[in-house]
């Protein structure tokens, strides 16, 4: 791409404007083909790569908040977001960016600066590898429709195998697990893929019990969540002491601290995490 655009670039020697289609594209066939939605957005970020460019801005209706705006009214739009931080909130609205867009522009290191065509005067939101060492929580995101599962094994496989056997599993129905924690012989996981769950547990019932539990919801509190910030996980922790947790996850990156709830909690812990993390006197405040 950045070969055959630099080509056609020369053609037009002195000119600072270009005008392209964002979705249309040749396949690998050399059939015109569609990239869906979200295809333009993956379009600039290959041209700005491509490029080298200073930044690549992409307006759109979808502001990245704070919060859940139908739980919490005020929640505001980020300023700033890191790459992997702007990668866990897609997850929970991929309406806000194409995921491809924002590995791309990761990649060639391209900051992305998303703007809102209906208030272009409005700051928006600047992604790139700044961290914002500053700001220790950036928004609280939640996912729907999410199934818990519990495995005990039944000691039918070694302990090692056991894992293994169940990341075959669902691999082998192409279910991405959402989040997992285990010990020795006992795994949780939770998806949000419910197209092949009954036959993932029917595969697992002879080498495990298997306890389910549906209507739950993902919650994560995003941000530079860095070892160094001790405080952080407590103040979470802290914050739902009277909300019952199915699951914790924390450590696999520093962006991201998730736990599982009932879906009927969900609002109650948003608001929770909304007042003890992201108001003004606990904002910015950590590490």
Known sequence: IEQKLDKQLKLYP???LFIT???ICKNAFGETDYLKQGGSDYTAALIGVAL?????????NFAIRNNDTLVIKDADTIRNLSYSEAERLIYFNPQILHPFCLATARKGNVPIHLLNPMNPMVEGTYISDNLQNGEAVKAIAAKDSAVYIRFESNHTLRPYLFISKIMEIFAKYRTNPCLL???NDNISIVTDNKEFLSRILRELNRYAQIWVEDRMSIVSVVGNMKSSCIAMENRIIDALKNIPLRMIS???DENDVSIVVRGTDKAEVLRLLDEKLLKPEYFGKAC
């Open 14 to 16: 002195g000119t600072h």
């Open 21 to 23: 289609q964002g979705s």
């Open 52 to 60: 080298h460019a200073k930044e690549i801005k992409l307006w759109t």
């Open 181 to 183: 924690t285990s010990s």
């Open 250 to 252: 924390y450590g696999s």
